[in-house]
C-alpha cells in the first residue's frame, strides 16, 4: 500500500485551507449556486500591461533557459533598489535571493534554519502556511497569544522564549487581520530579539497595501543590530497583482543567503527566467498602478467599515486586503459552514489562523459582491441575535 510509504512528516501536513475555499466556492459557482467567495487573498486587478509585455518580449527574445539560481542580477540589483528606496535598507545582489513565490521564499528560510525540534514562535493570529512549513522543515511550532489589538502579547512573548528559540516570525501589515505594527512596537520586538539572539523573519508581501496615510515600517530598518538577525521576506504577487506568477524574494545576512542559494540550487534551480524579467519591470517602472489599487482597496475597506453590523466584532484592517471577525458565540467552521450554506458567502474559518470563533472574509473582490456580502453578513448577525 503506497499510504503507508508516506512519511510522517508529510502524512502531518494539511492543505491550505485558504486555497481549499477557494476551491469549493468555485465548485460550487460553476455548479450554479450564487455563491460570493470572500476566500482567497489575491487581488482581483488584472497584471498591469507593461509587465505582461515585458515578459512577452522576455520569451520572444529567447529568455527561457536556466539562470543564476538565486535569481539573475539585474533583478537582484533592482530589488535592492527597492529596499533602499522604499524601506532605507542597504542590501547587496548577494544577499538576495529570488525564489517562486514569497511562500517559497518563507519555506527556504525554514529549511536553512530549522535543526530538528529548534523552536519557531507563531504570533496568532497567523498566516495559515507557516505552522505548516515550520513543521515539513522539523521544526516545532511555538504560538504566541495576541493582545486586545490583534497585536503580539509581548508578555507572552517573552515567557515563550527558550535555548531553543530559532525565530520569530513577524507579519506586517497582517495576514489575518490586516494590523499594521508601529514604530515603537517594532522597537519593543527588535529589542527582545536582539536581546535573546533570535531571527526575524519579517513577511512584509502586503507593505504596499496601507491606509489612511500610514507608511509600513519594516523592523529590519531600525538599526543594524537588528538588520543583521532579520530576513526580510516580500513579493509581487500583491503589490502588483502577480499572484499567479510566483515571484518573491528575501533579504538577508550572506551566510544565511548562500544556505538559501544552496537549497533553491539543489531544488528549484531557479524562478522561472522570463518571469523575471517581468517582475524586474514591475519593481523598476512607474509605481502609479499600485496606487491606484491601493485607492481602490481603501475604498472598499471604508465601505466595510462604514456598513458592517454592530453585531459584528471585527479587527480595523491599516493594511492588506482582510477582515477578521466574529459572530455571536460559534466556533470558527460552525460560523464559516453557515455563512456558506444560509448566506452563500465562502469565507475562511478562523481556527487554521489560530484564533477560533473567527473567520476571514477577503475584500479582494469586487465592490458590487462587497456590497452584497456586507448586507447578507449583516441579515445574518441580525438572525442570530435574536
Ligand atoms: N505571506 C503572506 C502573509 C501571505 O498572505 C501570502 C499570500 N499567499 C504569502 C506570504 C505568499 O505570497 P506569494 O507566495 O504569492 O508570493
Ligand atoms: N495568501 C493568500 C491567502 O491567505 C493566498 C492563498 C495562500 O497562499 O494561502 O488567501
Known amino acids: 500500500m503506497i499510504e503507508e510509504k508516506i512519511s510522517v512528516r508529510a502524512r502531518g501536513i494539511k492543505p491550505s485551507s485558504t486555497l481549499a475555499v477557494n476551491k469549493k466556492a468555485a465548485e460550487l459557482a460553476a455548479a450554479g449556486e450564487k455563491v460570493i467567495n470572500l476566500s482567497v487573498g489575491e487581488p482581483d486587478f488584472d497584471t498591469p500591461d ?9 520569451i520572444n527574445d529567447g529568455f527561457t533557459k536556466y539562470t543564476d539560481s538565486s535569481g539573475i542580477k539585474p533583478l537582484r540589483q533592482a530589488i535592492c533598489e527597492k529596499f533602499k528606496m522604499d524601506n532605507g535598507l542597504d542590501y547587496e545582489p548577494d544577499q538576495i535571493v529570488v525564489s517562486c513565490g514569497a511562500k517559497h521564499s518563507l519555506f527556504n528560510v525554514m529549511i536553512a534554519i530549522c535543526d530538528e525540534d529548534d523552536e519557531i514562535i507563531i ?39 527558550t535555548k531553543k528559540t530559532k525565530a520569530l516570525i513577524l507579519n506586517s501589515p497582517a495576514n489575518p487581520t490586516g494590523i499594521v505594527y508601529t514604530k515603537e512596537e517594532l522597537e519593543k520586538i527588535a529589542e527582545i530579539a536582539c536581546e535573546n539572539n533570535i531571527i526575524v523573519i519579517s513577511d512584509e508581501v502586503y507593505e504596499k ?49 548562500k544556505a538559501i542559494a544552496n537549497i533553491q540550487s539543489q531544488t528549484t534551480s531557479n524562478p522561472t527566467s522570463f518571469v523575471q524579467k517581468a517582475a524586474m519591470e514591475a ?62 458567502l465562502a469565507t475562511v474559518p478562523g481556527d487554521d489562523f489560530g484564533a477560533e470563533g473567527y473567520i476571514r472574509i477577503s475584500f479582494a473582490c469586487s465592490m458590487e459582491n462587497i456590497k452584497e456580502a456586507i448586507s447578507r453578513l449583516n441579515r445574518f448577525a441580525e438572525r442570530i441575535r435574536k
Not at 538599526?223 to 528575501?250: H, P, Q
Not at 491601493?294 to 479587527?315: G, H, M
Open 50 to 58: 507593461h509587465i505582461k509585455q515585458a515578459c512577452i518580449k522576455a
Open 123 to 161: 504570533p496568532a493570529p497567523y498566516w495559515v502556511s507557516y505552522p505548516e512549513m515550520v513543521k515539513l522543515a522539523g521544526g516545532k511550532c511555538i504560538f504566541c497569544r495576541f493582545n486586545s489589538d490583534y497585536k503580539i502579547d509581548i508578555e507572552h512573548l517573552k515567557s515563550i522564549i
Open 209 to 257: 497595501l496601507v491606509y489612511d496615510g500610514k507608511k509600513h515600517i519594516s523592523i529590519a530598518s531600525l538599526n543594524d543590530e537588528i538588520k543583521k538577525l532579520t530576513v526580510v521576506v516580500n513579493g509581487v504577487s500583491k503589490t502588483y497583482a502577480m499572484t499567479g506568477w510566483r515571484i518573491g524574494y528575501l533579504a538577508t545576512e550572506i551566510p544565511l543567503a
Open 283 to 344: 519593481i523598476l517602472a512607474d509605481q502609479a498602478p499600485v496606487r491606484k489599487m491601493v485607492e481602490e482597496f481603501e475604498k472598499r475597506r471604508n465601505y466595510i467599515i462604514k456598513n458592517i453590523s454592530p453585531f459584528i466584532r471585527y479587527c480595523r484592517p491599516d493594511g492588506a486586503f482582510y477582515l477578521f471577525l466574529k459572530i455571536g458565540q460559534m466556533t470558527s467552521t460552525e460560523l464559516a459552514q453557515k455563512l456558506l450554506t444560509e448566506e452563500k
